[in-house]
């Protein structure tokens, strides 16, 4: 069997660590303190990674259109629904307890939610599989149409016409200086197109040189990122909704070289397998889909007795360790139920 790579693991895992303080910070009242902000601006580049992570490691998304499109509804459209509508139970039950102490709810309730943003109330989060399912499709038919043009052109021509995928965070930011208009998030979907084929392209050339060769050259894009981060510290990307800040070439670029440079240094380097870190990182669906509905069952549970847990730090450290337990406790129970993991057993052809 093929060894798993603990690259990538122990790089998902520090993302979900990532991911899910943020959302603890925002809903304990501290995402806008200076220290935090500070967190999230050499932090802001892992939502990226995992549309990397998924173009590293699919060599092809060609073949039946039909199959490659059921499949992907199946991992992630299918997940994306259930997890969502588990959120939204969590989140709607509590209203009527919370209109009757409070005579209004806490959050304005829009009936253009979903649609305008794809994501749950009570599962926020949900707007990345739905973004993550639309780029594995636009990838796939732009890919078929990219190989079917260029048929019968030299070899070369097809590899280098992937340059194209180059014009896609140009895309993206002319969607954000129209404020987004794309219903469903689907505004960032070019420049998760574009850190797709980034991966594809990195895993190509890891292929080609020595260990050493990558080690040196990861370093170098390391060190230009905290360079370019330190003289640029206003260059930043949320991916959730699109947002650009300072130069949009600078944030680019910046992504560009710590993506590559992080996973290069440590594959070539050969990352043992962290416990911890790793274990997150192999599991990652499980605390993506579940620690937010967990955070507001805390948060409307508190209120419901009068009691709120914004702006408090004492919060903040009770329920970090108590969401990873948590989670890693359901681990099994969510893998095991694949319309919630995404997780559905391979079909394995009958010998004949």
Same mark, same amino acid.
Not at 87 to 98: E, L, N
Not at 100 to 107: A, C, K, M, S, V
Not at 161 to 164: E, N
Not at 229 to 232: A, H, Q, R
């Given at each position: 069997?093929? $060894?798993?790579?603990?690259a990538?693991?122990f790089l998902?895992?520090?993302?979900?660590?990532?991911?899910?303080?943020?959302?603890?910070?925002a809903?304990?009242?501290?995402?806008?303190?200076?220290?935090?902000r500070?967190v999230?601006?050499?932090?802001?580049?892992?939502?990226?990674?995992?549309?990397?992570?998924?173009?590293?490691?699919?060599?092809s998304?060609?073949?039946?259109?039909?199959?490659?499109?059921?499949?992907k509804?199946k991992? $992630?459209?299918i997940?994306?629904?259930t997890?969502?509508?588990i959120?939204?139970?969590?989140?709607? /039950?509590?209203?009527?307890?919370?209109i009757?102490?409070?005579?209004?709810?806490?959050?304005p309730?829009?009936?253009n939610?979903?649609?305008?943003t794809?994501?749950?109330y009570?599962n926020n989060?949900?707007?990345?599989?739905? /973004?993550?399912?639309a780029?594995?499709?636009?990838?796939?038919?732009?890919?078929?149409g990219?190989?079917r043009?260029?048929?019968?052109?030299?070899?070369?021509?097809?590899?280098w016409?992937?340059?194209?995928y180059?014009?896609?965070?140009?895309?993206?930011?002319?969607l954000?200086? $129209?404020?987004?208009? $794309?219903w469903? /998030?689907?505004?960032?979907v070019p420049m998760?197109?574009f850190?797709?084929e980034?991966?594809?392209?990195?895993?190509?050339l890891?292929?080609k040189?020595?260990?050493e060769?990558t080690?040196?050259?990861?370093?170098?894009l390391?060190?230009?990122?905290?360079?370019s #981060?330190?003289?640029?510290h206003?260059?930043?990307?949320v991916?959730?909704n699109?947002k650009?800040?300072?130069?949009?070439?600078?944030?680019?670029? #910046?992504i560009?070289?710590?993506?590559?440079?992080?996973s290069?240094?440590?594959?070539a380097?050969g990352?043992?397998?962290?416990?911890?870190l790793?274990?997150?990182?192999?599991?990652?669906?499980?605390?993506f889909? /579940?620690h937010y509905?967990?955070?507001?069952?805390?948060?409307?549970?508190?209120?419901?007795?009068?009691r709120?847990?914004?702006?408090?730090?004492d919060?903040v450290l009770?329920?970090?360790p108590?969401?990873?337990?948590?989670c890693s406790?359901?681990?099994?129970?969510?893998?095991?139920?694949p319309w919630?993991?995404?997780?559905w057993p391979?079909r394995?052809?009958?010998?004949?």
């Open positions: 069997m093929k $060894l798993r790579n603990h990538f693991d998902c895992g520090i993302c979900i660590i990532r991911m899910v303080s943020l959302h603890v910070m809903f304990c009242g501290h995402a806008d303190d200076d220290w935090w500070e999230m601006q050499w932090t802001y580049y892992f939502m990226s990674f995992f549309f990397f992570k998924a173009g590293y490691f699919n060599k998304v060609l073949g039946d259109s039909r199959q490659y499109c059921m499949d509804a991992r $992630l459209l997940p994306y629904v997890t969502g509508l959120g939204g139970a969590i989140f709607f /039950s509590f209203q009527p307890f919370i009757d102490r409070f005579h209004h709810t806490i959050e309730i829009e009936l939610h979903i649609w305008t794809s994501s749950f009570g989060p949900t707007w990345f599989l739905f /973004s993550f399912f780029a594995y499709i636009a990838i796939h038919f732009l890919e078929k990219r190989h043009v260029l048929a019968h052109a030299p070899h070369w021509v097809l590899q016409s992937s340059v194209l180059f014009i896609f965070p140009f895309i993206s930011y002319w954000f200086t $129209l404020g987004n208009p $794309l469903m /998030s689907l505004s960032n998760g197109l850190f797709f980034l991966g594809r392209a990195w895993s190509r890891l292929t040189w020595k260990p060769t080690i040196y050259f990861s370093l170098a390391i060190v230009f990122f905290i360079a #981060n330190v003289i640029f206003d260059a930043a990307y991916m959730s699109n650009f800040s300072g130069n949009p070439i600078v944030t680019v670029v #910046n560009t070289a710590i993506l590559c440079g992080l290069g240094l440590l594959i380097g990352l043992p397998r962290v416990p911890v790793n274990f997150i990182g192999e599991h990652s669906m499980v605390y889909v /579940s509905p967990i955070l507001y069952y805390v948060k409307y549970m508190h209120l419901c007795f009068g709120s847990i914004f702006g408090r730090y919060e009770i329920l970090l108590a969401i990873f337990l948590i406790w359901m681990v099994p129970y969510i893998e095991r139920t919630l993991s995404g997780r391979k394995v052809k009958s010998e004949e």
